[in-house]
């Protein structure tokens, strides 16, 4: 059966993007720090058309997030562009020509904008009534595969509020970031979300959660 599942990095005071987001600093002040135990892995520089790479604990981890895949939904802050209307002639976002997800993604957004078609069988979606609707969309194109949520904070809120967010894995790095975009904020009073697997892996720990009925 299809699972909806999310992979984000967390700093150890819960934040998944620093304070002072901009479109020249879309992770904030020290987001970055959150992602470096996965930049120099040969899993995440293949997808991302880079050669070399280590193989460490965190491989397997990383292999298992992207397989299975069959669409994402992500944020308006994760595609890029900035906030308001798309302008005459919209960004194409973050990820280059070529992005790493070849498959469709589904972007929230209150703007619409016609589909975004770039190379290597990636097209964006914007979908503008809401995160259900993106979800639904989503599993309908991943065709009985999985449907990832690539983030934002605010995006995985939702997920998870509206019982949409069948499972969760966090990669805890240790730093502190101090202020930022919070994970779990907005959450329903009797949010459940049970631990099912710890992995220890140089300069992050993986935790996978099940998320309560």
């Known amino acids: 059966m299809a699972k909806v599942r999310c992979q984000i990095s967390i700093s150890l005071d819960g934040f998944v993007a620093g304070p002072g987001q901009s479109i020249d600093n879309p992770l904030g002040e020290g987001g970055m720090q959150l992602h470096e135990w996965a930049f120099e892995l040969a899993a995440w520089r293949d997808p991302h058309g880079e050669k070399g790479g280590e193989v460490n604990a965190s491989t397997p981890v990383v292999e298992e997030a992207l397989d299975n895949v069959g669409a994402s939904v992500m944020g308006r802050n994760m ?16 990820w280059g020509d070529e992005p790493p997800f070849h498959t469709p993604v589904f972007v929230l957004t209150h703007h619409q904008r016609e589909p975004l078609e770039l ?14 609707r ?12 999985d ?13 998870i509020a509206t019982g949409l967010l069948d499972e969760l894995q966090l990669h805890l790095v240790p730093v502190l970031l101090h202020d930022g975009v919070r994970l779990f904020e907005n959450l329903p009073r009797g949010t459940e979300l049970e631990l099912t697997r710890v992995v220890d892996a140089p300069g992050v720990t993986h935790l996978d959660y099940r998320l309560g009925d």
């Open 119 to 132: 190379e290597g069988g990636n097209v964006f979606h914007f979908v503008t009534d809401g995160v259900e």
């Open 147 to 159: 449907v990832s949520i690539g983030g934002g904070g605010e995006t995985v809120q939702q997920c």
């Open 79 to 94: 595609f890029g562009g900035g906030p308001g209307p798309w302008s005459a002639e919209p960004w194409n976002g973050w």
């Open 134 to 145: 993106a979800v639904e969309l989503a599993l309908e194109a991943a065709a009985g595969t």
